[in-house]
């Protein structure tokens, strides 16, 4: 089951956490760590779909793409010179956007749980022969 408002909350909290540290010991491991968070939540907020694990993909059209480029070839271990200024403006806004979004999320069009219930009852019945009957 996807849900939007609890998929935002999970990317947009790792990436609060995340810059904490970026913001104590700065390094491009921490700085990539937080933003394929955001992105993430970019990626749901466009789609309404889980993202997908390739980082240039989530970074595709970002207003911060030239930046987050230069700090992945340094991960590389190629020749980058990404602007952190970009990249703290870009993280801030971000946060601060997503912050808003995720509380006026209200999740009402969220699927029931109903249908995963049954599964799982299914599964306990007929795979593991759980009788869950009354006695």
């Not at 970026?22 to 990539?32: A, D, I, Q």
């Not at 993202?51 to 970074?59: D, G």
């Not at 980058?80 to 509380?103: C, D, K, Q, W």
Request: charge should be positive; aromatic fraction near 12%; include cysteine.
């Amino acid at each position: 089951m996807f849900s939007a408002k609890t998929c935002i909350y999970h990317y947009l909290h790792m990436a609060q956490r995340n810059y904490q540290d970026v913001l104590k010991k700065p390094s491009v491991k921490l700085y990539l760590n937080t933003i394929r968070p955001i992105l993430a939540c970019s990626w749901i907020e466009r789609y309404d779909a889980f993202p997908p694990n390739e980082f240039q993909k989530l970074a595709k059209g970002c207003s911060a793409e030239k930046a987050i480029i230069e700090l992945v070839k340094l991960k590389k271990g190629q020749k980058g010179t990404p602007n952190y200024l970009v990249l703290n403006t870009y993280i801030e806004t971000e946060l601060s956007r997503f912050s808003h979004i995720a509380n006026n999320l209200d999740g009402k069009n969220e699927k029931s749980t109903k249908q995963l219930d049954e599964i799982f009852l299914f599964a306990l019945q007929e795979v593991w022969r759980i009788n869950l009957g009354a006695e």
